[in-house]
C-alpha cells in the first residue's frame, strides 16, 4: 500500500513538475529533489539526528556528482563539436578530452563508494538496505514517467 501511495505521489509531483514549465532544468531538478528528500525520510523513518546527519551526507554526495556531471557534459558537448567535422577531427583533442572523461569516471565511483562508507556511520544496515532499494525504485518511477511524458509528447517516434 505505501509502495502505491509513493507511486502515486511521484507520478502527481512529477506530472506537475512537467506539465507547469517551472523555469529551468535546475529548477525542476531542485523540486523533484525536495520531494525525495520527503519520501527518503518517510522511507526509512529517520529520526531528526538520522536525518540531519543523513543528509549532510547526502547533500555532500550530491553536490560532488552534480560537479562531476556537469564537467562531463562539458565534455561530452566538446565530443560533438569535434564530430562535426571529420576532416578538421583533431585527435590530440580527443584524447586528452577522453582521458579527462575517464577520470572523471573513476572519481565518480570513488565518491560513491565514500558515500556508501559513510552511509554506514549514520543507518543501520537495514534502514542502508533501505536507502538503496528507495534509490534505485525512485529512479526507475522517474525514468518510467520520464518516457510516459516522451511518448505523450512524441506520439510517432
Do not use: C
Not at 507520478?11 to 506537475?16: D, Y
Not at 578530452?97 to 543501520?124: G, T
Amino acid at each position: 500500500m505505501k509502495r502505491l501511495i509513493l507511486i502515486a505521489m511521484l507520478f502527481v509531483i512529477t506530472q506537475a513538475l512537467f506539465a507547469q514549465r517551472w523555469g529551468p532544468r535546475e529548477e525542476r531538478l531542485k523540486r523533484l529533489e525536495e520531494f525525495k528528500k520527503i519520501k527518503l525520510i518517510e522511507t526509512l523513518d529517520l529520526s531528526g539526528e538520522e536525518s540531519i546527519k543523513f543528509f549532510t551526507l547526502y547533500n555532500e554526495h550530491q553536490k560532488k556528482v552534480m560537479s562531476i556531471q556537469r564537467e562531463r557534459e562539458k565534455i561530452f558537448d566538446q565530443f560533438e563539436r569535434l564530430t562535426k567535422n571529420e576532416s578538421k577531427f583533431n585527435e590530440k583533442r580527443f584524447e586528452e578530452l577522453e582521458k579527462r572523461l575517464n577520470e572523471l569516471e573513476q572519481e565518480l565511483f570513488r565518491n560513491r563508494q565514500e558515500f556508501h562508507a559513510n552511509l554506514k556511520n549514520i543507518l543501520n544496515p537495514f534502514k542502508a538496505a533501505k536507502f538503496y532499494v528507495f534509490e534505485r525504485e525512485f529512479m526507475r518511477e522517474v525514468n518510467r514517467l520520464l518516457m510516459m511524458k516522451k511518448n505523450r509528447d512524441n506520439p510517432l517516434d
